[in-house]
């Protein structure tokens, strides 16, 4: 018999704690959570709940109070360009063109000029927006800036891509769009992602893995292994079985949401 395959990332007993004394927001309890190389992972529960913390301690850009987060076995550091992370907002370089912002990683990391335009353009082409490399990112919608911070990522060529609420400062069908050219994207590299949504329907469409956390604070309520992200076919949200575990998503969600509310209110 072959052992399980080790996890591309794994957060062991992770627990963490922001400030001291009777100011302290326990925000995550600890945790266990393995992320299989290859897979796509969306985290969702409600707001507080520590998602973005998980994510950022993966990322490198904070430690956890106890446990430890690894990736390929060794404990994260810092942040470095082997996890790519993506924003919200874009974040880009506002006086760089949009071909500039996405060499920008090859060139930081000694790419010669030639050679980092030519990885740059693949990925403006894979996110559909070669015809606008000259421009600057002002002269750019709010989804395809978010296209650009895409391929900014995938230009590194990271080995996982943290990806916090990427779609959530977008309109509905900006939104339907871009998922359809994630997944097309994922199915393309099967790059490990972790990736956070409020979305119950984009985690359904997109992740092998949901995980859904209770309120704060944070711990690991459920785990769904939906199959949806394998398929490109149209009408996949009507389907019985997608139908079926988003109403289950739903529902466990619902009474952590109250709790958090409760907490909100008391604070
Ligand atoms: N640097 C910090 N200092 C103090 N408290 C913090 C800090 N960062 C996060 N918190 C608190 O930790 C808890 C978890 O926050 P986090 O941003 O991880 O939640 P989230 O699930 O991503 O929320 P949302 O869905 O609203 O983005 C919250 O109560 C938050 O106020």
Redesign the pocket.
Known sequence: MSAAAAPKARFDQVSKR??EGERA?Q?LEPITLDIAANAFVCLV??????????LNLLAGFDTPTTGQVLMDGLPVRGPDARRGVVFQQGALFTWMTVLDNVAFGPLATGTPRAEAERIAMGFLEMVGLAAFARRYPYELSGGMQQRVGIARALANDPEILLMD?PFAALDAQTRELLQEEIKRIWLHTRKTVLW?T?SIEEALFLATDIVV?SA?P?RIKARFAPTFAQSTAPGLATSAEFVRMKAEIVGLLHDEARTAQRQEEAR
């Open positions: 922001f400030g927001v925000a529960g409600p707001s507080g709940c520590g998602k973005s913390t998980l609420e956070i409020h956390m704060r944070g």
